[in-house]
């Protein structure tokens, strides 16, 4: 797993943040809204070390998570805009508040997004890597690599381009390391 350590805001930026969250077994890289991510990984750990892993339930147990966070999320929203819970905003009677307020805020509901992007490595018993990718608020299982951030459609062209598929090289062989020389990128392989 690689990334970079570069955080901005809309008018500033710095290499100051570790993007890779180990959780044990798995390790997280993370993208987008810092703060979400982070939020996220805690959420990640705790339901993980609760569930018993197995390569029929994983993928589902993956997706648990940022529903926790989005649920939390909409629960915000309507406290901070309403001072009710969602159930009662949810269940209320539609005289109890005004027409507008309630589609603006089910447009802002409908519009939520997590608002991050998340790589999820590890293995099972089995010692199968694993590559999860959080994208789009969905969960999906990726290979030969996943790629997020606002690099994704550069790292992926480029890997794609190099022929990066562990199945054809095996993962010990896709690594790089820097020619000295000639300041280039070269295969080294497992021999």
């Known amino acids: 797993m690689c990334c970079d350590a570069k955080v901005?805001?809309?008018?500033?930026?710095?290499?100051?943040?570790?993007?890779?969250?180990?959780?044990?077994?798995?390790?997280?890289?993370i993208a987008g809204v810092v703060s979400?991510?982070?939020e996220?990984?805690?959420?990640?750990?705790?339901?993980?070390?609760?569930?018993?892993?197995?390569?029929?339930?994983?993928?589902?147990q993956l997706r648990v998570p940022p529903r926790i966070k989005k649920q939390r999320m909409i629960e915000a929203l309507v406290q901070s805009t309403?001072?009710?819970?969602?159930?009662?905003?949810?269940?209320?009677?539609?005289?109890?508040?005004?027409?507008?307020?309630?589609?603006k805020l089910w447009?802002?509901?409908h519009d939520m997004t997590?608002?991050?992007?998340?790589?999820i490595t590890g293995f099972l018993e089995e010692k199968v890597p694993l590559i999860f990718r959080l994208a789009w608020d969905e969960v999906e299982r990726c290979s030969p690599f996943a790629c997020i951030g606002s690099g994704t459609s550069?790292?992926?062209?480029?890997?794609?381009?190099r022929k990066q598929l562990w199945w054809v090289f095996g993962l010990q062989s896709i690594t790089y390391g820097?020619?000295?020389?000639?300041g280039s990128f070269r295969r080294l392989s497992a021999k």
């Open 8 to 29: 901005s805001t809309d008018t500033v930026s710095g290499e100051t943040l570790g993007k890779v969250i180990n959780l044990g077994r798995f390790q997280i890289l």
């Open 36 to 38: 979400g991510a982070i």
């Open 178 to 182: 820097r020619q000295r020389s000639l």
């Open 107 to 109: 447009s802002a509901i």
């Open 114 to 119: 997590l608002g991050v992007e998340l790589i």
């Open 154 to 161: 550069a790292a992926e062209h480029s890997l794609y381009r």
């Open 82 to 103: 309403l001072g009710i819970s969602y159930d009662e905003f949810r269940n209320s009677d539609d005289n109890k508040i005004d027409a507008s307020v309630r589609n």
């Open 40 to 60: 996220l990984a805690d959420i990640y750990r705790e339901h993980l070390s609760e569930v018993a892993l197995t390569p029929e339930n994983i993928l589902e």
